[in-house]
């Protein structure tokens, strides 16, 4: 079927604002992870989710970020009174089993906070 | 904390070169190690991936070693193409902590024509 999908592709905001990003996984893919690039970094692990699972949150950068998942299907991450420092691009991926395959990703959303 | 580093930063050869990108961790206690490729304003492609009991895998005209107890991976290109210009992203599962992998900041390939 088709691959991970992200909405919206480009989002340019205001500081203060919140913004939200969606992810579509892979149809069946029970784990969905997100991640932040920053300009000439790597990927930073965000978030985890795993079926019905607690999620895993220790990689978000602060109780601004927030990010939910129902069952198996779409995942929103929220980003409150966003900063600056908030300007990257996230990624999302999702795998059919955690810690055994491999991570398929989505084109990322680029945010930029003015 | 594991650290990935990769080297070189950026890479620029001559198409049908042969050529080789190195992937170094420092915690040798991984579950498995994967090479993505990042096209930009793309997500990540993966390429290959190595479980840590097992010490090559090959793809094409790709080939990913591993040496879990020296903490070293290398992805081989051979006869490189210019399709091949792309940044080729390491990444690190950990045997304790299935869901964060650590990623290298990559290394960035020009194939020149």
């Known amino acids: 079927g088709a691959g991970v999908s992200q909405s919206p592709s480009n989002k340019v905001t205001e500081k203060g604002k919140d913004v939200e990003l969606r992810c579509d996984p892979i149809s069946g893919h029970t784990a969905l992870y997100w991640y932040r690039q920053r300009l000439g970094q790597g990927l930073e692990f965000l978030i985890y989710?795993?079926?019905?699972?607690?999620?895993?949150k220790s990689g978000l950068p602060s109780d601004r970020f927030s990010a939910e998942r129902t069952g198996e299907s779409v995942s929103t991450l929220t980003i409150q009174r966003t900063q600056q420092e908030d300007s990257a691009v996230y990624l999302c991926a999702s795998s059919s089993r955690t810690g055994v395959d491999t991570q398929y990703f989505g084109p990322g959303t680029r945010l930029t906070v003015l | 904390k594991q650290e990935v580093t990769q080297i070189p930063a950026a890479l620029s050869v001559p198409e049908g070169e042969n050529l080789v990108l190195n992937c170094s961790f420092t915690?040798?206690?991984?579950?498995?190690l994967q090479w993505f490729r990042q096209d930009p304003g793309k997500g990540l492609t993966s390429l290959l991936l190595i479980q840590s009991s097992q010490r090559e895998q090959t793809s094409g005209r790709l080939n990913a070693s591993l040496d879990k107890s020296s903490g070293r991976s290398t992805l081989y290109i051979a006869a490189s193409q210019p399709g091949d210009s792309a940044t080729y992203l390491c990444a690190v599962r950990p045997a304790g902590g299935y869901q964060k992998v650590t990623f290298g900041i990559g290394t960035k390939l020009q194939v020149i024509p």
């Open positions: 989710f795993q079926g019905n699972s607690a999620p895993d």
């Open positions: 915690d040798s206690a991984i579950y498995n």
